[in-house]
């Protein structure tokens, strides 16, 4: 059975979809649908990258340090803030002049998982974050991130002492269950987002579900009484869509500071 396609989906398949299908059979991927082997969370994420492009676009001729508008003041705040959760204050408190250097690649990241989280707010529109591939991604990029960090803040030996512990003669001990530990951070990043985000969008369409089917079966006998039910269906899930921008702003925080640990973790002088 042909699955529903999103029309954004849909038309990157139209134009793209052959050539991409040829392209990863030339290395070795087989795709099941040829025609169409963009999937939805791919089309989505694309979605949150022109987005995001487009708010830059819309942002930077509206710079002024006279008379910042309201999306510049919201844009400042995400990087820096009075309360020190800015994305740059994470990262300084927890790096020094180290994280100062990471807030290019660790604030796109952040602001990628926030817009994506954000996306499905948006009718006809799904976070790219509900599933799995696109948490992992970002949390493989983090990964690779912090320790390429430590390795260029101490050296390959004198990264490596950070995994052997204080004390020499149990550090055979100590090493594998560090790496195991650092290596650990890899899916913790992944499943606490995807869950979260998953879950979120579940339990909104639950409750969406729950309070539609009901009105539609009364609708079909007493019309009148359909639509004095209908108001339930149209206001409760407000209240859904406010826990879920909730979760996607907490999540977006999450995945800025527990990088900030790590790399203040992987930079510093003693372990």
């Not at 994420?45 to 999306?71: N, Q, T």
């Not at 039910?229 to 925080?253: E, N, S």
Request: charged share 10%; with cysteine; proline share 7%.
């Amino acid at each position: 059975m042909k699955l529903h396609q999103h029309w954004f989906a849909a038309f990157l398949n139209h134009w793209f979809g052959p050539t991409i299908s040829h392209l990863l059979l030339l290395i070795g991927i087989h795709v099941q649908d040829p025609a169409n082997p963009i999937r939805m969370h791919v089309a989505m994420s694309i979605v949150v990258f022109l987005l995001g492009i487009i708010l830059v676009l819309l942002l930077r001729p509206r710079i002024s340090v006279d008379k910042p508008g309201a999306a510049q003041q919201i844009a400042e705040m995400l990087l820096t803030n009075p309360m020190g959760f800015g994305i740059r204050d994470l990262l300084v408190e927890s790096a020094g002049h180290v994280g100062e250097a990471c807030v290019p690649l660790v604030g796109s990241v952040a602001i990628f998982i926030l817009l994506s989280n954000l996306l499905s707010v948006i009718p006809a529109f799904e976070s790219p974050t509900g599933e799995k591939s696109v948490p992992l991604g970002c949390a493989i990029i983090i990964f690779l991130y912090y320790n390429y960090q430590g390795l260029k803040h101490s050296g390959p030996i004198g990264y490596a002492k950070h995994f052997a512990g204080p004390i020499w003669w149990i550090s055979p001990l100590i090493f594998p269950v560090e790496i195991i530990s650092n290596s650990a951070r890899l899916l913790s990043l992944t499943v606490r987002l995807w869950a979260n985000i998953f879950a979120s969008e579940l339990l909104y369409l639950t409750f969406v579900a729950l309070l539609t089917v009901p009105v539609i079966h009364v609708s079909a006998t007493n019309p009148a009484l359909g639509w004095a039910l209908g108001i339930f269906p149209a206001t409760i899930p407000v209240i859904f869509v406010a826990l879920h921008i909730f979760v996607a702003v907490v999540q977006a925080f999450v995945f800025t500071i527990l990088p900030a640990i790590y790399i203040g973790l992987a930079t510093s002088e003693e372990h």
